[in-house]
């Protein structure tokens, strides 16, 4: 729930906003993806689509049917650092696209 507010709160904060924010509690990682609403028809990034990405890399899924906001969990906190890397990385490509 704190996930969803912050990424909320950031894409409030900007225009163009995308992102990814995890966290780890209690052995289990939570992730969030968010596509503010002005950026979202202008590229391809995904909310979901990151959250399809980087489920597995944790261990986990999520729910990748929103363009907007998706949220996800897994099990593997060692990989949560090489996740966020690697979504960056994505969020970039596609960005540099528009």
Known sequence: TEL?????????SSEKAAGMLATVH?????????????????????A????????P???GGGDPRR???SQ?????CDA???MLQQIQTIIQEKLAAI
């Open 48 to 55: 979901g689509e990151l959250i399809k990405l980087a489920g």
């Open 67 to 69: 363009p907007e906001f």
């Open 26 to 46: 209690e052995g289990k990682v939570f992730i969030v993806a968010f596509v503010s609403d002005l950026l979202a028809p202008l590229t391809k990034v995904h």
């Open 57 to 59: 890399i944790i261990g």
């Open 80 to 82: 949560v650092e090489s």
């Open 72 to 76: 996800g969990q897994g099990t593997k």
């Open 4 to 12: 969803r507010v912050l990424a909320d709160m950031i894409k409030k």
